[in-house]
């Protein structure tokens, strides 16, 4: 069974061939609908081809240093730790991911709601948008063990019931990002291209896959392709510049063996207008602390 | 036990105590003795100070697809892959390494006699070389394991009875080498401190340790004040541009998860004033073809 024998109107089939394939987009990228906002013209243009942007100092020192104390606050904390929106990592007991944080911590909801990170993402999509997912991650050094190429979108329509590819995810660094302890890779340009992936979604899969995923997980042949189209780039710069990438761009990340550990907050906004259905490729939706399904409510400042 | 409590003229213990320790290197990094070669006055000066240098375009294009030839012809031959100086993959059944390639192969075996390659090693070692190891790698795009930090001198020194730190090794990568694809990594100024490494050498260690070492491994203390001090440089450029690296170089690689092989030649050049004893801390010598400890001939061009 391949894709194109699957009856449906879903334009981005995945989980359900036997066959992996490479389906075009046919979603905008940068959507039309918010004219004005702290994007320029240029940058907005690049954002559309390679489906990625970085803002260099985004966050003051000051504020960096302050979100790492909050880090640090919210991952000592028993009762967080202790939370089911809290990934904290067997063999150590340290803490590795903390979902759902915008509600979690009053200062990371803020910066939900800051002009310069609600005012990139509304002109990207286009419209009013809300936070399908947020988390915290920390990422140790000597053994951070980086994360598979895949596109976000692929979880978020199988698993989520994420219609349509009008979604955009902001990675603030608050550690360096160098080229060598496990940033992100993405490749420019991929984001045009959906990856159908093989195998169907077991119950309860976001326990496994938040660690390490092995359903949605694009074949090496696609891969290579892309990659050999659209070359890779890194996500590198100082703590305080983010990264805001489409829901589909193509990204991974390698280990880190350095002693210099990297630790980020993550924020998902969807588009008021592309509000979760039922899953498209799953048993059950995940969890609401890992896809928002129910507050949809328009951010703002 | 620490390592100051035993008692011996070694100048660099290791695998002795309880407590690893940082000890000072007493051996010149660019050695007095030969005054002309390839290297230029400044790029010696740098790798004394660095402990590596780079040599872009050591292999002309045409050189290094002869070479990636010669590497596929000897991955396919049954006979080499029976060899006990290959290391295959078991399962993939793929050979990721050959050792002692230099007496394998005719071409590669020249290559050490280059005097592109060999007269910068005299050069770096201010007297005749001979050959300690020599190996060509393999490492698959996807799933590149990497290698954690270490200092060759460390072993060779512990299991291979190499005295000083009068040896260099050379790496000519025939794959281009990235930021983002595994490439080595290594601490500018940190060969000038040896770090003693815990724990005793079992027996038959080199089986184990040629995959994964865990013993001789520097502890996370040490390689975090040798990085905050010295920082951490990559070895990255086109196919044909080869790396020179001091014995003692604190050096490792991450994985490489891109659809980017890395391959590589690998030749490690030892002053003829420098040949192996009985081993420092372990119970025997490893096999010859690990670690030659017959064949001092100075090479000639």
Redesign the interface.
Known sequence: MTVADVKTDDLYPTRVGTEPALIKREDPVAWPGVDSGPIDADTLRSYDDKGFLTVEGLLTPAEVQKFWQELTRLSSDPEVKADERTVVEKSSNEVRSIFEVHKISEEIGRLATDPRVLDRARQILGSDVYVHQSRVNYMP??KGR?F??HSDFETWHAEDGMPRMRAVSISIALTDN???N?GL?LMPGAHRTFVSCVGATPDDHYKESLKEQEIGVPD?DS??KL??EHG?E?FTGPAGSALMFDSNSMH?????????PRSNIFIVFNSVDNTPVEPFAAPQPRPPFVANRSDFTPLSR
Request: glycine share 20%.
């Open positions: 050094g000597f980086g598979y190429w160098y080229p060598f496990g890779m090496q891969i290579s990659a050999a890779i890194q991974g990340s390698g280990s880190n063996i350095t002693p210099f």
